[in-house]
């Protein structure tokens, strides 16, 4: 008789599994993009643009071809004549893949040099003389909106202005008469700064055309291959099974990887021409200056309250600067993300949302760096929005929340948006973060520093994130549709390989995705080999991003699972000998109904299926599931920080953080955590200390990491962490809620409040991150809101 098996013994459910890919990642056997080396393969580097916006009247680069070791010099017109000069972005804009006419921005691809060695063609890419006519600089959607502002797009026709979308959602009448009878109003306007997601690896690829098989394979950090193989078929006229995408290893994506760069293409390129792998690997600065910038919008927005604290309606006006290519990846209905996921998890009556977006001379911004598309600012948003209305009502901040938020017994529930959100235990999760911190002693402790002339202050953020696009009849990119899938085979002896459609880059999948076929099959974990990431094996995936992978490749899973199990049960009933009905299921074993004791191990029915299968059956035992899923998944986070203000110098330090974040069933706890730490250490960096903006003639300020700081465990405040209130998504097969990007999303807007709350009594309503000291200091003493918006006052 076989014993029904502990669960957290095989590393299923709830298990906090140590990771497996660590085993590689901490001894230095990884294998990243910059890890291969191929026969024969040569190396290129970019020239980039110093100029942020200037014609072209003369590219020379005779002086590079003529330095020993360079096998070929890429510039826009030799691009032209392939029709490569130009891509489409993943927002139905074109961008140039190397300038032809005019450079849009600072660090803009201009040639590319391919060479033996990544030296050689460095230095030949300084050998190469441009010619540059200056031409007014835009770093502001402001500006790029004025009359006579310079039309950085005249390559596009019929586009005589720099207005990329101008688009509306919600009902624009009724959020009028909610603010006709609102007993009071309170306003906010900020400027939600560029920010980098700057992985510890930069983007690169190594393209490797084989003449001889006509096959191209690409090693390249995408978090999205499948997306790049339909691109590279569409737009390069390959055949798409004559395309090969790998992504090995990444080294963090963060949303800097989901997005096509020229440097993937030249290669690409180069390498058909010169039929040798050419491998191409972008530099910190590179990186830094010219990919996947996030967020830079400017909000504006109303709240129409009742005196006794209650929500009426809500207004919203966005104007985001997109840089020159509008190039962000998001679902194409939307035309600003999931901003409209914002005041989501309150219960407002009516709103309404304008957006318009801009072309600027900026490297191309907007990309979701650890957002949902767009979440992060529309969140960042109503948490300070929140923050200001309940000092505007003079209400206490959480006594405002817990007015507002949607009620257990309210889901599922419809925002005036049109989302639906389907669970959550809101307040419970509210009730304990202010239980945590120790609330009401906190704000007590605050009252007497200040008679002190000290500054304590506490902040409080939450919020409902939607995460795990799509479902299909809402979410598409380029009109491909927002699915999932899973793959798995069971060998003889019950051992498994599972291939996914999604792509981790540091996230844990190859350790939670073995915990599920753990759950559904009882196969241990240990016993499962997750692949990802290569469209040769891998079925086809939208990828990883908008903490899609639990919530739709991790419910193909499930889903894989089930199809497998009920055919391991034909097994199971031939091997028993008897019918299928009079069988019943327990974690990883089938037994007769009426007979316990007799049973088979789903280890015995995967070595039926390959050696004593009944007739008629068909031998093996694998099976693939495409995911479609109903809605999104809805996680719910509460943070909460305290934090002392240093009114000599405006440094503030963080005395406490509390994270309360329900995301449904945790599959591995450890990883949750992991994820929910990293999150609030960036949440903190971005309302602390990351600057990087413009001037006034658009050179990029800060694209480095003395300005741009990456936090290490030093800067890093601790940050107490609850997972105990957990409402499992109604609609996912495991009950699973993604959670990959709340702590990034909601956090910073708690780091912000503290500080505000600190200095209030100032009259001060708003400083635009980052809160650097200078900033708070300028506040306090100067008693006004300082703006963060670029460009930057160029004082020296
Ligand atoms: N998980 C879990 N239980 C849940 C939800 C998730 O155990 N209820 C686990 C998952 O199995 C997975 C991890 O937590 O191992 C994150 O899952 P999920 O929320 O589905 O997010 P994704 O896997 O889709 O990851 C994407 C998300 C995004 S969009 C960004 S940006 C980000 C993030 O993940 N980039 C990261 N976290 C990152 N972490 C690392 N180390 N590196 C990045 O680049
Ligand atoms: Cu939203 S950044 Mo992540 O989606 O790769």
């Not at 643009?49 to 030799?78: C, E, F, N, Y």
């Not at 009556?349 to 191309?364: C, E, I, Q, S």
């Amino acid at each position: 008789m076989t014993q029904a098996l502990d669960e957290i013994k095989i590393g299923g459910m709830g298990a906090s599994r140590k990771r497996v890919e660590d085993s590689r990642f901490i001894r230095g056997k990884g294998n990243y993009t910059d890890d291969i080396h191929l026969p024969g393969m040569l190396h290129m580097e970019i020239l980039r643009s110093p100029l942020a916006h200037a014609r072209i009247t003369k590219i020379d680069a005779s002086r590079a071809w003529d330095i020993p070791g360079v096998h070929l010099v890429l510039t826009g017109d030799m691009m032209a004549t392939r029709n490569l000069a130009w891509m489409p972005t993943l927002s139905y804009d074109t961008q140039a893949v190397l300038a032809t006419d005019k450079v849009r921005f600072q660090g803009q691809e201009v040639a590319c040099v391919i060479a033996d060695d990544p030296y050689i063609a460095k230095d030949a890419c300084e050998a190469i003389d441009v010619e540059y006519e200056p031409l007014p600089v835009v770093v502001s959607p402001q500006a790029a909106a004025a009359e006579d502002a310079p039309v950085i797009r005249d390559d596009k026709e019929n586009q005589d202005g720099n207005l990329i979308y101008n688009w509306e959602v919600g009902d624009a009448e009724g959020t009028d008469r909610a603010f006709e009878e609102a007993d009071l109003v309170s306003r906010l306007q900020l400027h939600y700064p560029r920010s980098h997601p700057s992985p510890i690896e930069c983007c690169g690829s190594i393209a490797d055309f084989n003449r001889s098989t006509s096959k191209l394979t690409v090693y390249m950090t995408t978090q999205a291959p499948h997306i790049i193989r339909a691109a590279v078929a569409l737009v390069a006229e390959l055949p798409e099974h004559m395309i090969r995408i790998i992504s090995p290893d990444i080294g963090g994506g963060f949303g800097n990887k989901v997005p096509i760069y020229p440097g993937y293409v030249c290669s690409i390129l180069a390498s058909i021409l010169l039929e040798r792998p050419v491998k191409w690997i972008e530099d910190k600065t590179g990186n830094l200056i010219s990919t996947g910038f996030a967020r830079d919008v400017y909000l504006d927005g109303e709240l129409a309250l009742r005196r006794d604290g209650k929500i009426l309606g809500m207004r919203m006006r966005t104007l985001a600067d997109h840089g020159a290519f509008f190039a962000d990846a998001q679902p194409s209905k939307f035309k600003i993300g999931l901003m409209h996921s914002t005041f989501g998890c309150y219960d407002v009556p009516v709103a309404h949302l304008a957006a318009r977006g801009m072309y600027t001379n900026k490297a191309p911004g907007g990309v979701a760096y650890r957002c949902s598309f767009r979440v992060t600012e529309a969140m960042f948003f109503q948490e300070r929005m929140m923050h200001a209305a309940a000092n505007d009502l003079g209400m206490d901040q959480a006594e405002f929340r817990r007015i507002n938020l949607v009620r257990d017994e309210q889901f599922p529930h419809r925002t005036p948006f049109g989302f639906l959100l389907d669970s959550g235990q809101y307040k419970a999760c509210l009730d304990l973060g202010l239980k945590a911190v120790g609330y009401e002693d906190f704000l007590r402790q605050k009252e007497e520093a200040r008679k002190k002339g000290r500054l304590l202050g506490i902040g409080i953020s939450t919020m409902s994130e939607p995460l795990g696009a799509g479902n299909s009849r809402e979410y598409d990119i380029l009109g491909i549709k927002m699915f999932d899938s899973a793959e798995l085979r069971v060998h003889m002896t019950g051992k498994a390989l599972l291939r996914t459609g999604a792509r981790g880059q540091g996230q844990g999948h190859e350790t939670t995705w073995g915990q599920i076929v753990a759950h559904e099959l009882g196969i241990p974990a240990d016993d499962v080999t997750v692949e990802e990431g290569d469209t040769d094996t891998a079925p086809f995936g939208m990828g990883t991003y908008a903490s899609r992978s639990t919530p739709v490749a991790g419910a193909a899973i499930a889903m894989v699972c089930r199809k497998v199990r009920a055919k391991a049960r034909k097994l199971a009933a031939h091997l028993l000998e008897v019918s299928e009905e009079d069988i019943e299921w327990e974690l990883g074993r089938f037994y007769v109904r009426s007979a316990p004791d007799r049973g088979v191990t789903i280890q015995e029915c995967a070595m039926a299926a390959y050696s004593n299968m009944p007739d008629g059956l068909e031998p093996g035992l694998e099976n693939n599931a495409y995911y479609d899923p109903p809605n999104l998944t809805w996680p719910f986070a509460c943070y909460i920080v305290t934090v002392e203000v240093d009114p000599e110098t405006g440094v503030w330090d963080v005395l406490n953080m509390v994270a309360v974040d329900d995301c449904g069933v945790r599959i591995n706890p450890m990883i949750v955590e992991g994820q929910i730490m990293g999150g609030l250490t960036e949440a903190y960096a971005m309302s602390n200390m990351q600057f990087i903006t413009f001037d006034a003639d658009g050179n990029c300020i800060g694209a480095n990491y003395m300005d741009y700081m990456l936090p290490t465990a030093w800067e890093t405040p601790g940050f107490e962490l609850h997972g105990e209130i957990v409402t499992p998504s109604p609609h996912h097969p495991i009950g699973a809620k993604g959670v990959g990007e709340c702590a990034a999303v909601g956090g910073p807007a708690a780091f912000v409040n503290a500080v505000m709350d600190a200095i209030a009594g100032t009259g001060v309503r708003n400083i635009d991150m980052p809160l650097l000291p200078d900033r708070v200091w300028e506040a306090i003493t100067e008693r006004h809101d300082v703006s963060g918006a670029p460009p930057v006052r160029s004082d020296g």
